[in-house]
């Protein structure tokens, strides 16, 4: 099963600032916190990735509570092609291939 | 072609006949997957092959049986499949296992089993 939760959908106006929050409890020391989208019938996309540090790269950001027990991706402006369900996923790294993807969220861009 | 590309993307299928479906990626990793989404359902983890070898197994019914000839290929071989086998059939690599080999995904076969 998924170790994480997520709102089921959202909703987010074209140009401003998306927010997805992720909650990950029962995360250990070792997982680090991945998120992915997937645009419909498309394979999924990764888009960043973190341990305990906030991460930035060009598409988004990803925010990390001090106690790890929750994270959020930030879209910082949102555009139509953003729509889509995005994933949060809590993985052991080395040792391990395996993603346990859960139902994400399904965002929804507004023009 | 560049990333990771699926053949065929659409298939329809009766329950006894055979048909592969064909992964193959242009980006020099050693290790790839095989997913499956089903509708309105988490994409399940099938199989996984790392340096050619199949390191994980998630209890995928005989009736899916998978080949890696090279770092390059995975195949999905299927025989004798059930209507509950339709669902969108995805290929993945990455280079290694460690934090930073994120999965890169191909487009997907559609399957649908009559």
Redo the contacts between chains.
């Keep these: 099963d998924?170790k994480t939760t997520q709102p089921t959908s959202m909703d987010c106006a074209e140009g401003r600032a998306a927010n997805l929050p992720c909650n990950h409890s029962t995360i250990s020391g070792n997982e680090?916190v991945?998120w992915?989208r997937q645009i419909h019938?498309?394979?999924?996309?990764?888009i960043i990735?973190g341990?305990k540090n906030n991460e930035t790269n060009e598409m988004a950001s990803l925010i990390i509570t001090e106690d790890r027990k929750s994270s959020t991706l930030i879209l910082p402006h949102a555009t139509l092609r953003d729509t889509a369900v995005y994933y949060c996923i809590v993985?052991v790294?080395?040792?391990?291939?395996?993603?346990?993807?859960?139902?994400?969220t399904r965002l929804k861009v507004l023009a | 072609e560049t990333g990771?590309t699926q053949t065929p993307r659409h298939l329809v299928m009766g329950m006894t006949n055979k048909k592969s479906l064909k992964c193959e990626q242009h980006l020099g990793h050693n290790?790839m997957?095989w997913y499956k989404q089903s509708a309105k359902?988490?994409?399940e983890?099938m199989f996984?092959y790392?340096l050619e070898e199949r390191?994980?197994n998630n209890s995928v019914p005989s009736r899916f049986s998978p080949e890696c000839p090279n770092s390059s290929h995975l195949f999905l071989h299927l025989h004798t499949l059930q209507p509950e086998d339709s669902a969108?059939y995805?290929?993945?690599s990455?280079q290694g296992?460690?934090?930073?080999s994120?999965?890169?995904?191909?487009?997907?076969t559609?399957l649908t089993v009559t």
């Design positions: 998924a680090y991945y992915y019938s498309q394979g999924p996309q990764y990735h341990l993985r790294v080395s040792g391990t291939y395996k993603y346990i993807f859960g139902t994400g | 990771v290790a997957y359902k988490p994409l983890l996984v790392s390191v994980e969108l995805l290929c993945a990455s296992d460690r934090h930073e994120e999965q890169y995904f191909g487009p997907g559609r």
